[in-house]
């Protein structure tokens, strides 16, 4: 007859050690998981600071470059009546209208005085547009003392706050 030994035989793994394990693996993957999160939102992060900061940058570059081309301070060749925003006449005669869009939060260009405006950035919180005397600190509402422009655009998303300040003097004056 054959004697079976009354010794535990090791076959397996024990509740215990698979208890272990798993508690080991969920901290691993709590971990994993934490850094991708992290990694991802940050390159979303990124990407809409960059963004924005790019339609900014452009933004005003281009306000400042066709405000440079102010025909001059006659009647109906700059309009600074209207806060936040500016009517110029360019050297060719186009009417060229800068503003912000309180419903859409755009930056706004239009050619043709006016009529139709296309977009130039988007989420901008403010347009301030001041005007200076040839002293370049007193301020003035009257478009023939102007001497210095000062755009002061800001845009403000969930991530992001961005100002953007430039001050230049039109070439015709």
């Not at 054959?2 to 509740?15: D, E, H, K, Y």
């Not at 859409?104 to 901008?124: F, I, K, W």
């Amino acid at each position: 007859m054959i004697r079976r030994s009354s010794a535990f035989c090791s076959a397996g793994f024990t509740l215990i050690e698979v208890v272990i394990t798993l508690i080991v693996i969920g901290a691993l993957a709590t971990i994993g998981a934490t850094l991708m999160s992290r990694g991802f939102l940050s390159y979303f992060v990124g990407r809409e600071i960059a963004r924005d900061d790019a339609q900014g940058r452009l933004a005003l570059e281009r306000m400042a470059r066709e405000l440079r081309t102010v025909r001059g301070t006659a009647a109906g060749d700059l309009n600074i009546g209207v806060a936040n925003q500016i009517t110029m006449a360019d050297l060719d005669g186009n009417l060229i209208v800068y503003r912000r869009n309180a419903g859409t939060s755009q930056l706004e260009r239009s050619q043709d005085n006016g009529v139709s405006y296309q977009p130039l950035a988007d989420n901008v919180s403010t347009l301030t547009i001041s005007y200076l005397q040839n002293d370049g600190t007193t301020a003035t509402a009257v478009a023939a003392n102007v001497y210095y422009i000062t755009v002061l655009l800001t845009i403000v998303t969930s991530n992001v706050n961005l100002t953007y300040r430039s001050t230049f003097k039109p070439a015709v004056f």
